[in-house]
């Protein structure tokens, strides 16, 4: 019998996260490993990372698919488009 490949658990813990952060009001970061797949703001990159609001308030139109995460988000006054795979999320917690 042939099994199906399984998902990976990563984007429903990042979701699952977000949710418990959302709903006891604290202030969700993702901190994400960049490279040429990962759309930010260059400029904001650090040592191969950028940490990323992900907040209501933050970001306009976010959704957080099994493979990407993507919203607008404005940098320095700037309106951006941001596109995350989810596989280059490191780390997201709660600011608070």
């Given at each position: 019998?042939?099994?199906?490949?399984?998902?990976?658990?990563?984007?429903?813990?990042?979701?699952?996260?977000?949710?418990?952060?959302?709903?006891?009001?604290?202030?969700?970061?993702?901190?994400?490993s960049v490279d040429?797949?990962?759309?930010?703001?260059?400029?904001?990159?650090?040592?191969?990372?950028?940490?990323?609001?992900?907040?209501?308030?933050?970001?306009?139109?976010?959704?957080?698919?099994?493979?990407?995460?993507?919203?607008?988000?404005?940098?320095?006054?700037?309106?951006?488009?941001?596109?995350?795979?989810?596989?280059?999320?490191?780390?997201?917690?709660?600011?608070?």
């Open positions: 019998m042939e099994t199906a490949e399984t998902t990976s658990t990563r984007p429903y813990l990042v979701r699952a996260m977000y949710e418990w952060c959302v709903d006891n009001g604290f202030t969700p970061f993702l901190v994400v040429s797949s990962v759309r930010v703001p260059q400029e904001f990159v650090r040592d191969g990372e950028i940490v990323l609001n992900v907040s209501a308030g933050a970001t306009n139109q976010l959704s957080m698919g099994n493979a990407f995460i993507e919203f607008k988000g404005r940098f320095s006054g700037v309106a951006r488009d941001i596109v995350v795979p989810m596989e280059r999320v490191s780390a997201i917690y709660a600011r608070e």
